[in-house]
């Protein structure tokens, strides 16, 4: 009776220390991977210069953007603040960076002051020093498939590129420039 009573202790003692330990390890917030922290490379102040060639969506002209990123609470996401004018006047924007476990790609949302709100959420891919993301999304009511190219110069620099494919399928450049981190 004796040892029955001490192995029913001492396997509920095991069953709660081991459930003791279950629910610490689930209680432990998630910690940012690898590819998420990449996205550490736009964390910073950047100065933007470049230029908008003209086409359907919008007129062509020179801009310059001023952009503040920081992480975004709990690491998996950067959160960055624009302001600047280009070739439609001034404008303010909001841009977020992730990266998706799930689709295997990093994400781009974005929305500015002068009315763009991206429908769509672009995926992007990142070889080497190069971040490319793909878009399908309507633009003037049209369906337009567009990418965006950055390649990074240094840990202070980058160039970056936004094509546009015509109904040929050649891309076009709608924009390009620099950034350099302040």
Do not use: H
């Not at 330990?21 to 950047?46: I, N, S």
């Not at 793909?134 to 003037?140: A, F, Q, T, V, W």
Request: hydrophobic fraction near 35%; aromatic fraction near 10%.
């Amino acid at each position: 009776m004796i040892k029955r009573a001490l192995s029913s202790v001492i396997v509920c003692a095991l069953a709660c220390a081991g459930a003791a330990v279950l629910a610490e390890k689930a209680a432990a917030p998630p910690k940012p991977g690898p590819e998420t922290q990449k996205l550490g490379y736009f964390v910073g102040k950047w100065k933007s210069k470049g230029e908008m060639k003209e086409n359907p969506f919008m007129p062509g002209g020179k801009f310059e953007m001023k952009d503040d990123c920081t992480w975004f609470e709990g690491g998996f996401a950067v959160v960055c603040n624009s302001q600047g004018k280009g070739p439609m006047g001034p404008t303010k924007g909001i841009g977020i960076m992730a990266y998706s476990a799930e689709d295997k790609a990093y994400t781009y949302y974005g929305l500015d002051s002068l009315g763009m709100i991206m429908s769509t959420v672009p995926k992007g891919q990142v070889e080497g020093k190069t971040w490319t993301y793909d878009d399908e999304s309507k633009m003037g009511g049209m369906t337009v498939k567009s990418r965006y190219v950055l390649q990074e110069i240094s840990a202070t620099e980058y160039t970056f590129k936004w094509e546009v494919q015509g109904e040929d399928g050649a891309w076009q450049t709608v924009a390009e420039g620099k950034s350099t981190k302040s």
